[in-house]
């Protein structure tokens, strides 16, 4: 279905014409209503949509979403990337999709540098000996095993430290905080997040001797939010970790009254430079074009603080789910549903580089992608940014889907997948679910990222739209590349 | 004041006779509103009562409880009985209630046998190396600095732990649950509590090398809960320790899968035989009867894992600011007011018994006293068992109250102060602020017990009731001896 940019001029020209068919359908058969779609664009049929239909109904009354968030994160729990644990979750999830019966299910393994945490703990020595909810960012390098102790100095922002002359900070451990607040789409992790990457380094060239942040996060428990920080290349390596918020509030209090602090941080942890991963995939093959694959997935690994519930076991219990409503509805789609559970996401996006460089051959082939990777909460608004041509299958699906509380957004060039950022970064198309992230950030990538946290309702709508999705993208016969608009 | 039963018998008489002074007051004069009292009872003045107002409005408009607390949870944090910290918050209050201006300010020491917790770590060595999050009970013994390790074994209530035969659990870890809900009044908490007092002792009597229950609070945070445990005497002590609930919700979900489970405990702790702690006391002295005492207090002292914000930093802030609003209010009463602010009493009321040790000849001079010790929510109810002749003064205080939406809930002879039980034991009539309890368990005696928690409007409440209480019960003069049933 590869189409030139002619056939492509001659599509939009077309579709400019208004001379695309379209079905006005308000009877109901069959026990599925086709009143609510107005319009079916010519490249997909109504049996199709009817099917479609059927899914996401079915999906909200029974899907299996729930019991494999629930077996995922009680029976294997943290899954940290290259762990023993991470390759327990892949014969998990080998032994699951093998048992659903699909076409292909096989690991695609990788390797990766492994980044594991060992004891932590900081104690203000001075004024009073509190001890402190810390934990280490992602890639910090170790402290020594009887920690670092240094007097600390406060900045609000990342901007204020960055103000401060090179150098000036000798021997100090720097506390560095921010203003994020909840957000329903999560801009405000965006906003604040480099912080978290970025200060490390920074306070390293101001002469610190390590750096604790406030946690990048909501949450007002005690229990601190890890993530993967970057070292800037050149720059020394320090030790960096994050304060629970309620700690966090502790030291710009202490230090408002021009109390004088004094850490110990103790980060230890350790690196291990060959670790085995993988990205697991299980394929339902198309009838009609199975070289064209519309992809679906989310990613194995998690954070060791939690279970890695709704971060991302949650995301793995939709897609497979919904690929596995997909299979048991007894209708083989023209193009492949590839479900790919990627791996060592956290760490680096290592699964959707390994599995750029592994399929760049057929990159073209992948007609369009949706990974879910945003927590457990209700899908409130649709993106996408595709061509012209592949517009009205989307515009179906956001018909489809709005009787679930989900609108369409327009376009919009970013995407909540980060495993399909390298590919989107070389032109696949771009389309995501948005979920509510309002309160996401409280728990994610903290200890309480646990089962609890799961509402199975929300879980079912998340199904259903993923469901629809994969059905209908590979039941069109649009393409969707040739974006106007470049992704990123 | 003390009366004989003969004057009781009388007083009782005359209140039945309706005879007793009641004043209809409709006006408003000099800026207080009295409209909203119909009967000031013969024992107290109106003068008293319209200052009573005053005070309750000033409480509402402007008082320093939450900055106290801003300031004991900052400075000093966590403040476990018999440590260091312990003894710097005795420094604290005295520093700040001298400051203050109170007639007088001491501390009566005493000496306690201090519990102090060590290292703690729980780890499912089977199925799956998963890392629990748990904290050792108070009063626990040690594990080995290596830990104990051994097969789990699953009870879902202590009925069932109960049930089985003596030594039919040697050498396992007993994992036991329960089924506490949120309550207002905080009566799930006294229904499921015997679990953490008595549990450990039962285990050791089927055989069990140690026990670790869930915990006793109603948050699904990954932070248990602490409190202590009572060994009973001649039953050999084991290792305790209390699992976050998401960590109980992962143990019961691996036991209902049967899948074999081992844990490794690491609880380590050590007992101080003999460490001092303190009651802190000041007073505002009465100009009438200054041998007669009124006492409001809270307890100084918290568990060490969060900084003892809501349990009991608020208490402290509620009860000091309120003393501090009658000490401001230019008006001196006709009893002693006497704060205390209790040491000790998370272990075992170590300060509450202490200090009826050292009162004990003067225990018939104290009139009535309430102690704070619920947490910082809004007070919804009073509660009190005091004699016929003190039930109108509780009527007046209650009258004052309702607008600040605290309603009578009439006679209780349990109270919300345990420091109080010593004294409560041995006669001194009962009366309680009830504070809303609902959330109250989800931070109590966990790493979440910050700051952050408190809603500094309801402080305001408190202090106003408690101003309120503590002036008019010290210019009364009825007596709140000779109540009709035993208080407990």
């Known amino acids: 279905m590869f189409i030139d940019r002619n056939n492509y001029r001659n599509a939009r020209f077309l579709r400019t014409l208004g001379l695309y068919v379209g079905l006005i359908i308000v009877s109901s058969y069959s026990g599925v209503n086709l009143s609510e779609v107005e319009l079916i664009p010519s490249e997909i049929n109504e049996k199709s949509v009817k099917h479609a239909i059927l899914l996401r109904d079915r999906a909200l009354r029974k899907n299996e979403a729930f019991s494999l968030v629930e077996s995922l994160t009680t029976q294997i729990g943290p899954r940290l ?85 090179d150098n000036s900070l000798q021997g100090k451990i720097v506390y560095v905080g921010h203003t994020m607040r909840p957000t329903q789409d999560g801009s405000s992790y965006g906003a604040f997040v480099p912080l978290r990457r970025l200060g490390p380094s920074i306070a390293a060239t ?54 004088p602090m004094r850490m110990r941080l103790v980060l230890v942890s350790q690196t291990i430079e060959t670790a085995e991963s993988g990205n697991v995939i299980a394929e339902i093959q198309g009838h009609e074009v199975p070289w064209e694959l519309v992809v679906i997935g989310a990613h194995l690994d998690s954070w060791d603080l939690g279970t890695g519930a709704i971060d991302d076991g949650a995301g793995i219990g939709i897609t497979m789910a919904a690929a596995k409503l997909i299979l048991d509805g007894g209708r083989r789609p023209r193009r492949t549903i590839r479900l790919v559970l990627w791996g060592a996401e956290e760490q680096g996006i290592h699964g959707g580089k390994a599995y750029l460089e592994r399929h760049r051959g057929e990159l073209r082939n992948h007609i369009l992608a949706s990974e879910s990777d945003f927590g457990a909460g209700f899908i409130w608004q649709l993106t996408s940014n595709v061509s012209s041509e592949g517009q009205p299958t989307i515009d179906l699906i956001g018909a ?14 970013s995407v909540v997948g980060p495993d399909l950022h390298p590919m989107i970064n070389e032109g696949l198309p771009s389309f995501s679910f948005r979920q509510d992230g309002t309160r996401y950030f409280d728990v994610h990538h903290t200890a309480n990222d646990t089962l609890d946290k799961i509402e199975p309702k929300a879980l079912d709508q998340n199904v259903a739209a993923y469901a629809v999705f994969a059905w209908l993208i590979a039941e069109t016969t649009a393409d969707f590349w040739k974006v106007t608009e470049p992704n990123k």
């Open 400 to 413: 489809l889907l709005n009787p679930l509380g989900i609108v369409q957004g327009g376009k919009a060039v």
């Open 81 to 165: 990337a290259g762990t023993s644990a991470e390759a327990r979750a892949r014969e998990w999830a080998v032994k699951q999709l093998s048992n659903m019966g699909f076409d292909s299910v096989i690991v695609e393994p990788f390797q990766i540098e492994a980044w594991v945490r060992g004891r932590e703990d900081a104690i203000l020595t001075k004024p009073s000996g509190q001890r402190l909810a810390v934990t280490a960012l992602g890639g910090s390098v170790s402290t020594p095993e009887a920690g670092l102790e240094a007097e600390v100095i406060v900045f609000k922002s990342l901007a204020d430290l960055e103000s401060v002359p």
């Open 206 to 259: 101001k002469g610190a001797n390590g750096i604790v942040i406030r946690s990048i996060g909501t949450g007002y428990h005690r229990n601190p939010h890890t993530g993967q920080l970057t070292y800037a290349e050149g720059v020394r390596k320090i030790p960096a970790g994050a304060l629970s918020n309620p700690d966090a509030d502790q030291i710009e209090r202490l230090w408002e009254r021009n109390i």
